[in-house]
């Protein structure tokens, strides 16, 4: 039998309005969390630890970020698929 911990809490870290936040995913090599504001067209990325939020706007709305084995992110979007590098800025279709 599994012992279930009902002491824990819930914190709030980002309070961002958002009109759509969704898609959060887990990227395991860099220790953030990817997600979108759909409607916006913002992907955003949360680093926990430093609790530093970057976003990139793609100019369109979107559905999900998804990290890239080399780098960057891929995103869903209205006109297909994008390749982001959040470094630079650069988004290619």
Excluded at 7 to 24: I, K, Q
Excluded at 58 to 68: L, T
Aim: proline share 3%.
């Amino acid at each position: 039998m599994t012992r279930v911990d009902h002491s824990a809490t819930l914190e709030v870290v980002l309070d961002l309005h958002c009109e759509v936040g969704e898609g959060p995913i887990w990227d395991s090599a860099t220790s953030t969390l990817l997600f979108v504001e759909s409607f916006g067209g913002t992907i955003y990325r949360f680093d926990p630890v430093t609790k530093q939020l970057h976003s990139v706007k793609v100019g369109q709305e979107v559905g999900v970020a998804i990290p890239r084995h080399r780098g960057g992110i891929v995103v869903s979007c209205r006109d297909g698929l994008l390749a982001v590098d959040q470094a630079s800025g650069v988004i290619e279709l």
